[in-house]
């Protein structure tokens, strides 16, 4: 990657980002005949790419609609979802030889490295042709006659479009800004306020304490808040609850909200202790390991007031209908996620009332686009978010 492109050459797109949707844009607007300039302000490129799945990328979701995703209209979505499916996106993995498996729930990951994906956005650029400026910044963008002018480190560019591909605001260590929400803003454009998502929760004290010890268990769950919910695994930490099932009820979650947790991931776990209980010589604890880790059940029945010790067969029906529903409808109170720099997207950004969902351009700002993680469309954890910005940058880059 250069940084000694001639900044002061007009083309007939700017891509600013170079992430998974902006190195994607580039290249398929290059490929289509446009000349395209591709501005990156960080010194490593798809950082976030390399970093995803474990190294592994999770790169997209072979189930993919607009019913994975949150915001003010998921369904702003439906037409770039349609237009380039999973199945596009693993095509040109294929072409690149880059073998990829199916996980849990339909999660597509690299067989191999990450880096292979980069690897592959960067070889789809350089083949149409595209030209960067990385590492720069853009200090300032000005719409004028016939397009857009646009200040960066390198010098002033000039360009008939300009595509925003610069995420949102998770993991600041690699570079991550609300640019594209202060440039949307500056141009009169609404913006859904932005909260960190696919985030641990922190939880209350009274809620903690009882379970301190218990940090680094994991049990499986169905997490819900208001009509959402979601069977998954929960992990207690130091501070509140992680795992798969928090992080996708985190989508949903905010200040005020209940937050809904059944430990026994929908077990009619009262009439199963009533069954297991009729002449068991086994203690309550025992018991209630059966179905629940030995240590989450040994802190539970201690948080009940309950002697684990005590013969199971000897606990009165009401008192094990009264442990049950305890499991089956917790409800932690969460006092605040654990904030952007463990979050793994962002919820909320530009308004999709401010843009045209077939080519994402600004609606009151011709010929400027925004796509990826800057827009109000958030996915489920599991792909989904990989998918919105293949989708989106592709929508934007065939109307350009």
Known sequence: MSRGTDAGARCDVVVVGGGAAGMMCAAVAGQRGRRVVLVEHARRIGEKIRISGGGRCNFTNVSTGPAHYVGLDPGFAAHALREYTPRDFTALLRRHRIGFHEKHRGQLFCDDSAVAVVDMLRAECERGGVRWLHPCRVHELRPGVGGFELDTDAGTLACARVVVATGGLPVPAIGASDWALRLARGLGLRVQPPHPALVPLRLADADLRPLASLAGVSVAVRASCGAQDFDEDL???????????????SNYWEAGRELRIDLTAGKDLAALLRESSRGSRQSLLSLLAQFLPRRLAQVWLERQRLDGSRRAAEVAGATLQELARSLCAWTPQVTQTEGWNKAEVMRGGVATAELDPRSLQALRVPGLHFIGE???????????????????????????
């Open 374 to 400: 800057a827009v109000d469309i958030t996915g489920w954890l599991g792909g989904y978010n990989f998918q919105w910005a293949w989708a989106s940058a592709q929508a934007a880059a065939r109307a350009l």
């Open 235 to 249: 992990l207690f930490t130091h501070r509140g609850i992680s795992g798969p099932a928090t992080l996708q009820i």
